[in-house]
């Protein structure tokens, strides 16, 4: 299976503020297509997973514009241009390039 | 709009079986795959396994958790997907969440339902 890894699992932000997760693959998620099978979620507090990000880059529907990925093969940074109050939850990065499908641990974002 | 409501959920002893009900609505059920994952109290979250489509054979895939012991099925004609979860063990205590991808280009799991809770325990 492929291991997913983020850093940092904590982090207190500052609204306003800029911030990045990292996460990294024991193997590419670079596909012969061209895109990184590699999906981010947002679980909000006592709420089901949101996806955020599919394909490495591509924001879904709704995701605002501050979102933003960066990265490619096994090497992956979500960044948030201004964090808002409503950002607040555990993100995961999920590799979707072969079965099983296999999460990070998470990162707790939270209001320092 | 597209929805995907859990059911089934219960406290349950170690050993027995429980079955989990996934009700869609607001798309053709039976074109789509449907998948399972669950996550464990202050845990993150666990692929647990799929069902492909009838047009794919209805064929399904499971975690190396969930392979033996779980049964994931689906009734197309009543827009339900299902989890069949035998000899369970206190470690499959967990929210039980279903989801659903989209047709085409991989574009992620956007829908998802709101979670069964399933506790294992003597």
């Known amino acids: 299976d492929i291991v997913m890894t983020q850093s940092p699992l904590s982090l207190p932000v500052t609204p306003g503020e800029p911030a990045s997760i990292s996460c990294r693959s024991s193997q590419s998620l670079l596909h012969s297509d061209g895109y990184n099978y590699l999906d981010w979620y947002l679980q909000k507090p006592g709420q089901s997973p949101h996806l955020l990000i599919y394909l490495g880059s591509i924001r879904a529907s709704g995701v605002p514009d501050r979102f933003s990925t960066s990265g490619s093969g096994t090497d992956f940074t979500l960044q948030i241009s201004r964090v808002e109050a409503e950002d607040v939850g555990v993100y995961y990065c999920?590799?979707?390039?072969?079965?099983?499908?296999?999460f990070g641990q998470g990162t707790k974002v939270e209001v320092k | 709009e597209v929805q995907l409501v859990e059911s089934g959920g219960d406290l349950v002893k170690p050993g027995l079986s429980l079955r989990l009900s996934c009700t869609a609505s607001g798309f053709t059920f039976g074109d789509y795959a449907m998948s399972w994952f669950r996550q464990a109290p202050g845990k993150g979250l666990e692929w647990v396994g799929f069902i492909r489509s009838r047009a794919y054979g209805a064929t399904t895939q499971y975690a190396a958790s969930a392979k033996g012991r779980f049964i994931i099925s689906r009734d197309d004609s009543k827009s339900i997907a299902y989890l069949q979860m035998n000899s369970l063990r206190t470690e499959d205590t967990a929210v039980y969440y279903c989801a659903r991808d989209k047709r085409g280009l991989w574009s992620g799991y956007p829908y998802w339902g709101q979670g069964a809770l399933v506790t294992v325990s003597s």
């Open positions: 999920m590799q979707a390039l072969q079965a099983p499908p296999t």
